[in-house]
């Protein structure tokens, strides 16, 4: 019914930047908190970038803060995480999410993208 289609993943130098993207087909999502995750080898997945439907409300993941910018368009039904000045730590798959609500919790997200992988090289 609904899929959340994820591009933009691949292989970066460190300090270098990269854009994700996601799109939803099946629905429009203009109503819902869109957001990013990422898990790294051997850890949990984590809360990465939130962002309301309206574009007002906005949060990061502290480590990412002022490096990462989240933002959407509602016309198109697709989101964006991007990502600049790159560290080996960001290494990770990155998943894009839509949720009915604003909050951090991955299990409050209603649908999630396949993941795309995203490398961060010395």
């Known amino acids: 019914q609904v899929q959340l289609i994820e591009s933009g993943g691949g292989l970066v130098q460190a300090g270098g930047s990269m854009r994700l993207s996601c799109t939803a087909s099946?629905?429009?999502?203009?109503?819902?908190?869109m957001g990013w995750f990422r898990q790294a080898p051997g850890k949990e997945r984590e809360f990465v970038a939130a962002?309301?439907?309206?574009?007002?409300?906005?949060s990061y993941l502290e480590s990412v803060k002022g490096r990462f910018t989240v933002s959407r368009d509602n016309a198109e039904n697709t989101w964006y995480l991007e990502m600049n000045s790159l560290k080996q730590e960001d290494t990770a798959v990155y998943y894009c999410?839509?949720?009915?609500?604003?909050?951090?919790?991955?299990?409050?997200?209603?649908?999630w993208g396949q993941g795309t992988q995203v490398t961060v090289s010395s």
């Open positions: 962002i309301s439907k309206s574009s007002k409300g906005i």
């Open positions: 999410a839509a949720g009915r609500w604003s909050t951090t919790v991955e299990s409050t997200y209603e649908y």
């Open positions: 099946g629905r429009t999502l203009r109503n819902h908190v």
